[in-house]
């Protein structure tokens, strides 16, 4: 078996041209949307879950894998088989580093077997593979800080479509997002955790302070234990002597026998190991430790801890903890135990020792601060990671900028030549192919914006301007639809208000987003009212106030903050119908993000009011925009 990856020739299997500039740019905004969900996936099992959905949703793959692992403790952390969490997993840690999987664990490079014969992977494997008829195979690494933290991988069946180049780069695409992801949302995790056991190592503290009696304290102790380290039996011994006599247990037999068991101190014995080292010792198997003693009708559990307790620097005793299965505690199971034990050892001295429990607790105080403090560096980080999408929209948007102007100019063509004018279905392809350009310009116009407002670098030209005379232009633009759908649109008198200093061209933008929001929402036959008012506002100073009020399904008390939110939908978004203005159309969500933030770039303020979200009796809604008159722009 060689050690590095292979491809088969590229002569051999070509990767296919993109059949058009169409599928180009729905594969780009199905990678955007990948990118979107897992880096917006709260955890790492829905990361893993939206990476195996969006990657077929792109490569139509026969079954889609995904293992996470822990190199140091050779295990499989999580496994993920077709968008399903596999909690009885049948494969090891050995079994999946003698596959491809273990070249990629070395290399940290993907790779692509179109097949069993191809020589990258031992024989053993190759005939387990020609078993399951496992043809094409494409492993990918998922790759945080130099350090390989799993595989997704992709498998067709023999016969069908063998996989290529591009497939790899479509899947390492994603897999460097989720990584991404993965590694913000273990450090999350990492942090809850380490917070929780803080406050679990501070309440179990608390909790000890308040034992009186020697005899209650050991129970306690071993209670308070189990919620910081789990373990199947746990007791607490006592020396007495050249004897370890057990005072307390948790988990044994329900057996009287449990109260005599006496253990004799020995040379060399684990007592001994533990008193020697001052530390706590792990042994991983006990059936393969030579000289273990147990009594012989307890079951054999085959892990074991021991933990030492200690008063005035001498080892008085210990509590020893058991778990099920081999290799089962960890070293920081052994950091928790022994700062566990720390309390244990001084609730067990005497319950009159009051100031130094004291003084302990405000250490674990500390360290619930500390934690926090992590905690808040965590948020931070994901605050930058936030940072990163929104460069990535602008970046998405950017680039795309170009392919549709290229598309534009062709389309310009096209629409002037005389053949097609002359058919009427090559016109109205055209047309349709036109009008599809235009809206997707439209949204990628609409990212920018995003972009530049929330980097602050929006242009701002101002100058005195008529809302009358913007408002009139948008409804003029959306006249066809309006009597497409039997919609009205009654403007008030806003001749009377005074011209603002603003920007003509982004309030525009302005009223066409709120504008066609409403349309949107309304059903056919009903009627969208624009009207306006000056006032003097206590923060503003004198405004304009401009209200469009709709007969639509209305909205949501819980949304009407949340819909000015980039992306926000409302409804299920795959129950949307397309079109920017048909009745609940989908869209990017971005119109009213934009609003706010033009009218908050002019120092103004918009709000929506709604009864509720009905669509049978259609309460409707009502944007209220408030600008002053006065410029106080504050981007550009």
Same mark, same amino acid.
């Given at each position: 078996m060689t050690s590095q990856p292979k491809t088969t020739p590229s002569e051999s299997t070509p990767d296919p041209d993109p059949s058009s500039a169409e599928d180009s740019l729905l594969e780009m905004e199905g990678l955007f949307r990948a990118a979107q969900a897992i880096l917006d996936a709260p955890g790492t099992a829905d990361i893993c879950l939206k990476l195996t959905a969006h990657f077929n949703a792109l490569v139509h793959a026969d079954r889609t894998l995904i293992f996470l692992v822990d190199h140091e403790q050779r295990q499989i952390q999580l496994a993920v088989h077709d968008g399903h969490i596999v909690d009885d997993l049948d494969t090891t840690y050995e079994e999946l580093s003698k596959w491809l999987s273990g070249v990629v664990f070395r290399t940290r490079q993907p790779v692509l077997s179109l097949s069993p014969e191809d020589g990258i992977e031992p024989l053993e494997t190759v005939e387990r593979r020609k078993r399951a008829g496992t043809g094409a195979v494409i492993v990918a690494p998922l790759v945080t800080k130099g350090r390989v933290i799993g595989t997704i991988t992709a498998l067709n069946r023999i016969g069908q479509r063998a996989f290529t180049q591009h497939d790899v780069d479509l899947l390492m695409s994603l897999a460097m997002q989720a990584a991404t992801a993965l590694d913000s949302a273990r450090m999350y995790e990492a942090e809850q955790d380490r917070r929780r056991i803080a406050e679990a190592l501070l309440q179990a503290g608390r909790k000890l302070s308040g034992g009186t009696t020697l005899s209650e304290v050991p129970g306690r102790i071993l209670e308070q234990l189990s919620v910081v380290v789990a373990f199947e039996r746990g007791s607490l011994m006592l020396r007495e002597g050249? &004897? #370890?006599?057990?005072?307390? =247990?948790?988990?044994?037999?329900?057996?009287?026998?449990?109260?005599?068991?006496?253990?004799?101190?020995?040379?060399?014995?684990?007592?001994?190991?533990v008193e020697a080292a001052a530390h706590p010792v792990i042994i991983h198997d006990v059936l393969r430790e030579p000289g273990w003693q147990q009594v012989e009708w307890l079951p054999k559990d085959q892990s074991w801890m021991g933990v030492p307790l200690f008063s005035k620097d001498q080892v008085i005793g210990m509590i020893s903890l058991t778990r099920r299965e081999a290799s089962a505690f960890s070293q920081d199971d052994a950091v928790l135990a022994s700062t566990f034990a720390l309390q244990a050892a001084i609730a067990l001295e005497n319950a009159g020792l009051y100031e130094e429990i004291t003084r302990f607790n405000e250490h674990l105080e500390q360290m619930v601060q500390q934690r926090t403090e992590e905690l808040n560096q965590a948020l931070h980080s994901l605050e930058r990671l936030d940072k990163n999408k929104s460069d990535f929209i602008g970046i998405a948007a950017h680039e795309l900028r170009t392919p549709l102007t290229v598309m534009r100019g062709y389309m310009g063509m &096209?629409?002037?030549? =005389?053949?097609?004018?002359?058919?009427?279905? #090559?016109?109205?392809s055209v047309n349709g192919m036109v009008k599809g350009i235009e809206r997707l310009h439209e949204i990628v116009n609409s990212m920018l914006d995003v972009v530049r407002i929330e980097s602050q670098i929006l242009d701002m030209n101002t100058e005195l301007t008529s809302i009358a005379t913007i408002v009139k232009r948008v409804k003029a633009d959306v006249e066809d639809v309006l009597a497409e759908r039997k919609l009205a649109i009654d403007i008030g008198d806003l001749s009377g208000l005074p011209r603002i200093q603003a920007d003509p061209a982004l309030l525009l933008k302005v009223f066409q987003n709120v504008i066609v929001n409403a349309i949107k929402y309304t059903p056919d036959g009903g009627c969208v009212t624009i009207s306006g008012r000056k006032l003097l506002d206590e923060k503003f100073g004198e405004c304009v106030e401009v209200q469009v009020r709709d007969t639509g399904i209305g909205i949501d008390p819980d949304y009407l903050e949340l819909i000015f939110e980039k992306f926000f939908q409302t409804g299920k978004t795959a129950l949307h119908s397309t079109g920017k203005t048909t009745f609940k159309g989908g869209g990017p969500g971005l119109g009213l993000s934009i609003a706010r933030g033009v009218i908050q770039a002019h120092g103004g303020r918009i709000w929506a009011e709604s009864q509720g979200h009905d669509e049978a009796t259609c309460p409707g809604s009502c944007f209220h925009i408030l600008l002053p008159v006065a410029s106080s722009a504050r981007l550009g």
């Open positions: 050249d &004897m #370890l006599r057990i005072v307390a =247990q948790r988990g044994f037999p329900d057996d009287d026998r449990v109260k005599e068991i006496r253990m004799p101190i020995r040379d060399g014995d684990v007592f001994r190991r &096209m629409e002037s030549d =005389q053949n097609i004018k002359n058919s009427q279905y #090559l016109s109205q």
